[in-house]
């Protein structure tokens, strides 16, 4: 099965639809017109083979590199050269994080394993 990105207007995902292998080679043809949704269709892969990744509602598509980029997910962080958001900080290797938007840094997420 092949999976297929439907864009509006601003080129962002609104929809991911299944289209069967035989109808692959040409699904926009086959999503737009033969099942009469309409719209902009582009292809995407669940193991990341076309368009870096696979496209979920709310990822944008850049026509330029021909790919799809996740939403951003905190307001700070920017999108490198490779289609990934970055962190103002680099996330440490050591451990379990979760980013602190407001005071702009990393806290280690701490597991109690005695209150199972």
Known sequence: MAHFARLDENNIVTQ??????????????????????????????????????????????????????APQPFPSWSLDSNFDWQPPVPMPEDGMYYWDEENQQWHAIVIDEGNE
């Open 16 to 69: 991911v639809l299944v289209v069967p292998d035989s109808q692959e080679h040409r699904g926009q043809e086959y999503l737009a017109d033969e099942l009469a949704l309409g719209g902009i269709w582009k292809q995407t892969s669940y193991n990341n083979n076309i368009r870096k990744q696979y496209a979920g509602i709310g990822f944008s598509y850049n026509e330029e590199a021909d790919v799809f980029v």
